[in-house]
């Protein structure tokens, strides 16, 4: 809010004067790099899942969960808010993606092992 009042913007739009997007609100509050370092490991983990051979369906669903949920970025800013409802089912489908991602990955070197 800050930001915008000494910049002199006017939003007749919308009152309140906040940024609902997450890549600029995030931007405006702790920098391009923090941003970066916010969502890049989102897109990675993206990339590498659509890339993946063969997923489950459990594993589909968590990547819709995923990829509505960056593009959810585009027009809300609830990724980073910490008391919003959906944060909690967003967080939590991402670590059990990572907990699947993680689990194969070490069967498969258990595998390579033997």
């Not at 609100?25 to 370092?37: E, M, N, T, Y």
């Amino acid at each position: 809010d800050l930001l915008f009042r000494r910049e002199k913007f006017l939003f007749l739009f919308h009152e309140g004067e906040y940024v609902h997007n997450a890549y600029l609100g995030l931007i405006l509050q702790v920098g391009l790099v923090g941003a970066f370092l916010f969502f890049a490991p989102m897109f990675v983990l993206l990339v590498k899942e659509m890339l993946s051979k063969n997923p489950s369906p459990v594993r589909i669903g968590l990547q819709g969960l995923l990829l509505s949920g960056l593009i959810g970025c585009m027009s809300e800013s609830w990724i980073y808010a910490a008391g919003n409802s959906q944060v909690f089912m967003f967080w939590s489908g991402i670590a059990v993606l990572e907990y699947l991602r993680e689990t194969e990955n070490r069967s498969s070197r258990m595998v390579k092992a033997t």
